[in-house]
């Protein structure tokens, strides 16, 4: 009888304890002010169960058998964060805190799983914008290892997918990316930014970048594709945002020097201080470079400078102010024919031409936070800036240059501009979701003067006296105004849709005179007009998208997005005088949509991938096309192609396959990583005779990028190889340059780039590249006009060694 009722109470004790319930249950709170985080995904084991947090940021999760548990923790606005959980015999309750994304933007996101790549993307709220649903990249500079010294963008823009890059100069001083069949000439397709604001000549009517910020003094690059047209403006490439580093918060003052030399005559010195003192915070640095470059008439001279001040008014309120100064001298050897680059690509028969840049931009920002769930902000931006052109250039670039007076363009920029975004977190229901309502104002002046110059080979750029040979004299004043909106609304812990709109009002002015100037067979002037003008054009507009993401589990995020974009023509559009194009008087803006769809990675030290198709369809594509006129001369007519379809497959993925071998190894690293686009393009209507079913122009069929990461201990080293397929520089696929070069096919070409590093002594780091690798003769550009015309043919092997001290 003993016996069994033992058994019995045996049972009874195991069967209670099979069937005992637990529960986890806790509250997640931002570290920084130990307040709440509400609408916060909390994924429990792999995804199997979720739970929201409420307003109060308590979740739980009950029915729950003893054991080992994982939570995964997420949200758009702070790290995830993972914490491992073991139950036995008992509830169990947390205090979970966060960190948030902003605490760590001063430097690098060294933090970051995915920034172990040196390659992450935008959050889905961050610095005041919503990215939820776009395609969006990250670079991190810092954890490159590449030519820096020479802003070698091939190598800095490696892993963004299907970016066509300009080449034609090897010291960075100025960048030209075009992608998706977008023009690559100084990057005049993106709205670019420095820290948020505009740097290019004038946003809105030459939205030419001459300026491009030193890699060694970035922390990150930010492109957002033609999604980014609601918050950035209308540009159908989208948003490149360089943003600068900041200054240390544990230091009063880290100083960093390096010393560059390579090929060429090349030599870049970069020194930078920053540091924080009480509420007080700077940056700064100076960079100056010089070079033969690696064609005969290639010197140049180049200055840059910057100072970042940041006041930390209260908890809530920072106040800033950021100065740029840039200046360089550039002689230019010109562009070739087809004949002579084949025959010799470094030679060169100009050496009167030069191009000088000089630009100023003041920027001040006010940054308040209301409370958790309001930030507000404001930019107040200006640029005062020139850029001038002086050489001889005539249409048949083998012609010998006869020291008669040279051509000389001068352009002055003064523009000025204001910016402000309010940022609101707000329930519907249990779901949070998140308002950004914007306001734009921008007011742009561009004074252009083009005539002749001096007969001299010096870099004189001053008119000769007689104002009869001036060709054109034009003021360029421009009016913007815009109001965007967009919001998130989370439907549910996994899904999301963002509508957006934005409304502009554009207001440009032409006003001026252009003059000719005929001349006989033996080059005397027979006779001299001029011609005012004035051309005002007022439009507005409305434009639309929406955005969506899925993420069926803590490491995916599906995407898709829908966007109308909008460019309007360009002052060189209106009236630049060339002789080798004319302009079509009636040109019109450029219209059309833009739309991605796609997969991605989150948050993994192992891998990292983005796969995605993207579809723009293009009206009033302006473009070129290759005519004779009635002396049967090749020329180009600048106008209204038609409308374009381009369409293609943009992947990007890459792999530490040696932490997967060895993943208890914290001092080896073996990265693979592949870049791969192929895009179709095609013209679908034009009036133009022998346009329609053509390719459209700047579009490689195949982009390919791929390379080797290895880093042992304080050794880094990384090999790259690049690939593109032939391209077109007009609308009727014209292969023969002829006599001017400026026309016709961009062969394929294949370039290595091998880059290493070591670190010693705490303070030094070692860094040393070679740039085409097999000294392959390519070219990626026919320019039009300056630094052409014709073939600018890209540099051969190079090679760099750079020394840092940082302490």
């Not at 020479?150 to 490696?158: I, K, L, P, W």
């Not at 200054?247 to 003052?253: G, Q």
């Not at 007519?637 to 997967?660: P, Q, W």
Request: proline share 3%.
């Amino acid at each position: 009888m003993k016996l069994k009722v033992f058994n019995s109470l045996i049972f009874c004790f195991f069967l209670t304890s099979s069937l005992a319930q637990y529960k986890i249950s806790g509250q997640l709170l931002v570290r920084k002010n130990n307040s709440p985080v509400a609408a916060c995904t909390v994924y429990l084991d792999n995804d199997q169960t979720t739970a929201l947090t409420d307003e109060n940021g308590s979740f739980s999760f009950s029915g729950l058998k003893s054991g080992v548990y994982q939570l995964y923790i997420t949200h758009p606005e702070y790290k995830i964060s993972q914490q491992t959980v073991k139950i036995h015999d008992k509830d169990i309750t947390l205090n979970i805190f966060l960190d948030g994304y902003d605490e760590v933007l001063n430097e690098v996101i060294v933090r970051d799983k995915q920034s172990d790549f040196g390659f992450t993307r935008m959050r889905g709220v961050e610095s005041m914008g919503i990215y939820e649903g776009k395609k969006t990249e990250v670079i991190l500079p810092e954890k490159l290892t590449v030519n820096m010294a020479t802003n070698n963008a091939r190598q800095v823009f490696a892993k963004v997918a299907g970016l066509n890059i300009y080449e034609n100069e090897g010291a960075g001083l100025q960048l030209g990316i075009g992608g998706r069949g977008l023009d690559p000439n100084r990057t005049a397709n993106f709205n670019v930014r420095q820290n948020g604001y505009d740097i290019s000549a004038d946003a809105l009517g030459y939205p030419e970048s001459y300026y491009t910020p030193p890699v060694e003094a970035l922390g990150r690059i930010q492109i957002v594709r033609g999604a980014a047209s609601l918050q950035y403006g209308t540009q159908f490439g989208g948003l490149l945002n360089f943003v600068m580093k900041k200054a240390p918060e544990n230091k009063k003052i880290e100083l960093t020097a390096r010393q560059s030399a390579g090929s060429f005559g090349f030599y870049n010195g970069f020194t930078s201080l920053g540091g924080t003192v009480g509420k007080l915070s700077y940056y700064t640095f100076v960079q100056y470079k010089k070079g033969n470059g690696w064609r005969p008439n290639s010197h140049f001279n180049n200055l840059n400078a910057f100072f970042d001040v940041d006041y930390q008014i209260s908890e809530k309120t920072k106040i800033g102010i950021d100065y740029t100064h840039m200046d360089y001298l550039a002689q230019q050897p010109g562009g070739l024919s087809d004949a002579m680059f084949a025959a010799d690509p470094r030679q060169s028969n100009r050496e009167r031409n030069w191009f000088n840049v000089n630009w100023n931009m003041l920027a001040l920002h006010f940054d308040h936070h209301f409370n958790e769930k309001n930030d507000f902000n404001l930019r107040v931006f200006s640029l005062l800036a020139n850029r001038y052109s002086l050489g001889f250039r005539p249409n048949r670039v083998a012609t010998i240059d006869d020291n008669s007076e040279r051509d000389l363009i001068k352009g002055d920029f003064l523009n000025w501009g204001a910016e402000a975004r309010y940022l609101k977190r707000y329930y519907l229901g249990k779901m949070l979701s998140v308002l950004l309502v914007g306001n734009r104002y921008y007011h742009g002046y561009n004074h252009s003067v083009q005539g002749s110059g001096s007969k001299g080979k010096d870099a004189d750029f001053n008119f000769i006296a007689d104002e009869r040979f001036i060709t054109h004299d034009y003021e360029f004043p421009n009016r913007n105004s815009s109001l965007f909106l967009e919001n998130i609304f989370y439907v549910h812990d996994k899904f999301s849709i963002t509508p957006g709109i934005r409304y502009e009002y554009i207001f440009t002015t032409a006003e001026g005179y252009y003059g000719t100037i005929s001349r006989d067979l033996a080059g005397n002037i027979i006779n001299i007009t001029k011609t005012n003008e004035r051309r005002t054009n007022e439009r507005q507009f409305v434009l639309g998208g929406l955005g969506l993401s899925y993420k069926p589990g803590t490491q995916t995020d599906i995407y898709a997005n829908l966007s109308q974009n909008y460019r309007s023509i360009t002052f060189s559009d209106m009236r630049i005088s060339n002789p080798s194009s004319v302009i079509d008087p009636n040109m019109k803006d450029e219209k059309g949509q833009s739309a991605d769809i796609g997969i991605r990675s989150t948050q993994t030290t192992l891998y990292n991938f983005d796969i995605s198709t993207f579809y723009l369809n293009y009206n009033n594509r302006i473009g070129e096309v290759q005519f004779y006129d009635e002396s049967n001369r090749v020329l180009r007519k600048r106008g209204n192609i038609g409308r374009a379809v381009i369409m293609g497959i943009e992947s990007y993925a890459e792999a530490d396959f040696l932490k997967m071998l060895y993943p208890k190894s914290d001092d080896l690293s073996g990265v693979i990583f592949i870049n791969f686009a192929y895009i179709h393009s095609k013209y679908k209507e034009s009036e133009i005779a022998g346009v329609v079913g053509k390719q459209v122009e700047f579009v490689p069929a195949t982009n390919l990028k791929t390379g080797l990461r290895i880093s042992y201990k304080r050794w880094k080293g990384s090999y790259q190889l690049s690939h593109l397929s032939e391209q077109f520089t007009e609308a009727t696929n014209a292969t023969d340059g002829g006599l001017t070069g400026v026309v016709g096919r961009i062969p394929a070409y294949t370039i290595m780039d091998v880059s290493l590093s070591y670190d010693f002594k705490k303070y030094f780091r070692l860094e040393a590249s070679v740039n085409n690798l097999a000294n392959r003769m390519y070219f990626t550009r026919r320019a039009t006009g300056y630094p052409g015309p014709g073939i600018l043919p890209s540099d051969g092997r190079g090679f760099y060694a750079s020394l840092q001290f940082k302490i």
